[in-house]
């Protein structure tokens, strides 16, 4: 009776004890279940001698003590229970914990593998010394690129919930390799996105100066069209006298000496991006100068020559 207390306080202690691991792999899971093994053997090969021992019990109930003799019993058989549930969920609890291995080394692999095919990516971009059509194409490339960044969001929750639970379970492994994948998928992916922002601002800021030099190109163009437009109007078609279209190309004068600072600004800028330019880019710009300062004389001498004119007239009048 004594040498069976005794190996019950040894099962039950052995049993009790927190299953550790080592490395996170096969090899480490089979030693587990080996060792398992060996205790549900030496549990089996107790079998025999705890039911004798109820057995006897049983019979000395009827001669001895029946109280005390029923207590020890019901103690010894709950004792023996708990023991043969508890080496069945240890054995089951190690298979456990290598299925949930298996999944969160699927979906890690899963995961580095798209990592890796963006990282790709994200290490050669267009995003200098590229001409405008490129860097715009690029531009789209890579805000579908920072979408597909945040769709990947779950599959990365995925990963860090699965380690999450292997950690409060206690399933990890000493070597910390599942708490390392963890991090770094986590690194990987921060890393990634802070590469993608980095790029979008590059591309950004490169088509931002271009888009804003046409802007500002096109509505100095619009304005000179319109002028140009009302000085053919009162040149050919308006039915007023001498003075009055003196008094307006008077007015088309100051208006050019208001706008003239900001037509400035337009082709310093366009001359300053030339100079950063992909040649077949700066030769647009080249040619967009030209048409714009031709432009602009053209309209500026008309305003001048028929002011003179309409001067002269008035001379001839008076």
Same mark, same amino acid.
């Given at each position: 009776?004594?040498?069976?207390?005794?190996?019950?306080?040894?099962?039950?202690?052995?049993?009790?004890?927190?299953?550790?691991?080592?490395?996170?792999?096969?090899?480490?899971?089979?030693?587990?279940?080996?060792?398992?093994?060996?205790?549900?053997?030496?549990?089996?090969? !107790?079998?025999?001698? =705890?039911?004798?021992?109820?057995?006897?019990? %049983? =019979?000395?109930?009827?001669?001895?003590?029946?109280?005390?003799?029923?207590?020890?019993?019901?103690?010894?058989?709950? &004792?023996?229970?708990?023991?043969? @549930?508890?080496?069945?969920?240890?054995?089951?609890?190690?298979?456990?914990?290598?299925? $949930?291995?298996?999944?969160?080394?699927?979906?890690?692999?899963?995961? %580095?593998?798209?990592?890796?095919?963006?990282? &790709?990516?994200?290490?050669?971009?267009?995003?200098?010394?590229?001409?405008?059509?490129?860097?715009?194409?690029?531009?789209?490339?890579?805000?579908?690129?920072?979408?597909?960044?945040? /769709?990947?969001?779950?599959?990365?929750?995925?990963?860090?919930?699965?380690?999450?639970?292997?950690?409060?379970?206690?399933?990890?492994? @000493?070597?910390?390799?599942?708490?390392?994948?963890?991090?770094?998928?986590?690194?990987?992916?921060?890393?990634?996105?802070?590469? @993608?922002? @980095?790029? $979008?601002?590059?591309?950004?800021?490169?088509?931002?100066?271009? %888009? /804003?030099?046409?802007?500002?190109?096109?509505?100095?163009? =619009?304005?000179?069209?319109?002028?140009?437009?009302?000085?053919?109007?009162?040149?050919?078609?308006?039915?007023?006298?001498?003075?009055?279209?003196?008094?307006?190309?008077?007015?088309?004068?100051?208006?050019?000496?208001?706008?003239?600072?900001?037509? %400035?600004?337009? $082709?310093? &800028?366009?001359?300053?991006?030339?100079?950063?330019?992909?040649?077949?880019?700066?030769?647009?710009?080249?040619?967009?100068?030209?048409?714009?300062?031709?432009?602009?004389?053209? =309209?500026?001498?008309?305003?001048?020559?028929?002011?003179?004119?309409? !001067?002269?007239?008035?001379?001839?009048?008076?």
């Amino acid at each position: 009776m004594s040498s069976l207390r005794s190996w019950l306080n040894h099962i039950e202690m052995e049993l009790h004890k927190p299953l550790t691991y080592h490395t996170c792999d096969a090899q480490e899971i089979q030693s587990k279940l080996d060792m398992q093994q060996e205790l549900q053997k030496d549990i089996e090969k !107790h079998s025999a001698g =705890v039911a004798s021992m109820l057995n006897l019990c %049983e =019979v000395l109930l009827h001669d001895c003590d029946a109280c005390a003799i029923e207590q020890a019993t019901r103690t010894m058989d709950r &004792r023996w229970r708990t023991i043969c @549930a508890l080496s069945m969920e240890r054995r089951m609890r190690i298979e456990e914990t290598w299925r $949930l291995w298996q999944k969160f080394l699927e979906d890690y692999s899963i995961f %580095e593998a798209w990592l890796e095919r963006f990282e &790709r990516t994200a290490a050669l971009p267009n995003s200098s010394g590229v001409l405008y059509t490129v860097a715009k194409d690029e531009l789209k490339k890579f805000e579908a690129f920072q979408r597909q960044l945040h /769709e990947s969001l779950p599959q990365l929750e995925l990963v860090n919930k699965q380690y999450q639970r292997l950690a409060r379970e206690g399933r990890t492994d @000493a070597a910390q390799q599942l708490k390392e994948m963890a991090h770094t998928a986590n690194q990987r992916w921060d890393q990634l996105q802070r590469r @993608a922002a @980095a790029i $979008l601002r590059r591309l950004k800021h490169f088509i931002g100066q271009r %888009e /804003e030099f046409e802007t500002a190109r096109e509505s100095i163009l =619009v304005w000179l069209t319109e002028m140009d437009l009302q000085l053919t109007n009162i040149e050919h078609f308006s039915e007023c006298d001498v003075q009055a279209k003196i008094t307006q190309l008077k007015a088309f004068q100051q208006e050019i000496s208001l706008n003239w600072g900001r037509l %400035e600004v337009v $082709l310093q &800028r366009g001359k300053q991006l030339m100079e950063k330019s992909e040649p077949l880019d700066a030769t647009v710009f080249e040619d967009e100068l030209e048409e714009l300062q031709r432009y602009c004389q053209e =309209v500026v001498s008309r305003v001048e020559r028929y002011y003179s004119r309409l !001067h002269r007239l008035l001379r001839q009048v008076d």
